[in-house]
């Protein structure tokens, strides 16, 4: 789950309203953690599953805690509101994988690898942004 650290919240360019939604968020997932139960029901799997929450919302927060950028700093509270939704949609706190082939987009002329890697950038959905640069 991906947001600010509230210790960013200091920072000059925040809005009082970017404040409040980033504490709310924050709020959310560690009290979405403290709720979580697995869909296998199996105690391992609850307790594997809120660590991971707990986890990557911590690391996630500690990455953005100095994004001073409003228009990241809404990018990140965006793909946190989308990895919320999806976990409780599916009952799956891991970001959803997308399946790409690795020669799979075609680039406008030429087949190099650059412009592949480049298409496959822009095609991420948001609740991957910063899944690969974390995991």
């Not at 919240?9 to 009082?16: A, D, E, I, P």
């Not at 391992?44 to 228009?71: C, G, P, S, V, W």
């Not at 406008?108 to 942004?129: A, D, H, T, V």
Request: aromatic content about 6%; overall charge positive; proline content about 6%.
């Amino acid at each position: 789950m991906q947001i600010i650290l509230p210790s960013i919240l200091v920072g000059r360019k925040m809005t009082m309203a970017t404040r409040q939604e980033v504490l709310g968020l924050y709020r959310r997932i560690f009290r979405l953690a403290r709720k979580w139960q697995a869909a296998s029901g199996q105690m391992e799997d609850t307790i594997k599953e809120k660590q991971y929450i707990l986890n990557e919302a911590r690391t996630l927060f500690q990455k953005n805690k100095n994004l001073t950028d409003t228009d990241l700093i809404k990018q990140c509270i965006d793909e946190c509101t989308a990895r919320i939704e999806i976990g409780l949609h599916y009952q799956i706190p891991y970001p959803r994988p997308i399946h790409l082939p690795p020669m799979g987009l075609t680039p406008l002329r030429g087949r190099g690898l650059r412009s592949q890697e480049k298409l496959r950038k822009f095609s991420k959905p948001i609740y991957l942004k910063s899944h690969d640069e974390v995991s």
